[in-house]
């Protein structure tokens, strides 16, 4: 069973270029949560959600960051216009349907980096 | 409402000493409590987590602490090893929601 998977890993974008970050669940999860950290900071919690539904975008910038998790597919979280202040990890995690559990399965992470 | 504190920021500990971390917390709706254990470049992975309705949960070296009544948790990592050097995190969230973030503590293990 494999893992939550990102990609890509690294990601390198020139100011006011768009950047797109997938996320695939882990086989079976239905729930999604992108966190983002930044340099020698905690994780912080940006969008939580489910097939073609956004759960809770409360920790999303409200200008340039969107994200959505389609019926089919991976989970896209897209920055439009990158500064530099977007640098950071961008983290995936999934968990199962409810209520299963609420552990959260962390991918390897999305390192964004703006010129 | 919703802040997890966590001490120390950073920790070093001799080889087969054990390593303390704790973590506070203000939001009494909490009910799960999971340490996740980060090492650099990779991302976050489970360690060991809790429900308030337990006080104590031990997996090998690792034990959870829990003190409901002073909104505190906290990990005991026994005989700590120098591979256990990572950055450690705390974290709490409400019925399966988002989590909320301690900022993290450094572990270094010395051999």
């Known amino acids: 069973n494999a893992g939550v998977m990102q990609n890509p890993r690294h990601l390198v974008r020139r100011r006011g270029q768009e950047a797109r970050l997938r996320c695939s669940p882990m086989?079976?999860?239905?729930?999604v949560y992108w966190y983002r950290q930044l340099p020698e900071e905690g994780l912080k919690f940006m969008v939580y959600?489910?097939?073609?539904?956004?759960?809770?975008e409360s920790g999303m910038p409200k200008e340039r960051f969107s994200a959505e998790f389609p019926k089919e597919g991976p989970s896209i979280l897209r920055i439009q216009q990158v500064v530099r202040g977007d640098s950071a990890a961008y983290f995936c995690?999934?968990?199962?349907?409810?209520?299963?559990?609420?552990?959260?399965?962390f991918g390897p992470g999305t390192r964004l980096t703006v010129l | 409402q919703q802040q997890v504190k966590q001490s120390p920021q950073s920790l070093i500990v001799q080889k087969g000493g054990i390593s303390i971390i704790n973590c506070a917390y203000e939001n009494t709706a909490f009910d799960y409590f999971p340490w996740y254990q980060q090492f650099p470049g990779k991302g976050p992975a489970l360690l060991i987590a809790i429900r308030p309705d337990v006080s104590e949960k031990k997996e090998g070296r690792f034990t959870i602490s829990f003190n409901k009544s002073a909104k505190q948790f906290s990990l005991h990592i026994m005989d700590s090893q120098p591979g256990d050097s990572a950055t450690y995190f705390c974290a709490a969230s409400r019925s399966g929601s988002r989590l909320t973030f301690g900022e993290g503590t450094q572990l270094t293990v010395n051999p």
């Open positions: 995690a999934s968990s199962p349907w409810r209520p299963m559990g609420d552990t959260q399965y």
């Open positions: 959600l489910q097939k073609e539904n956004i759960i809770d």
């Open positions: 086989k079976g999860h239905s729930h």
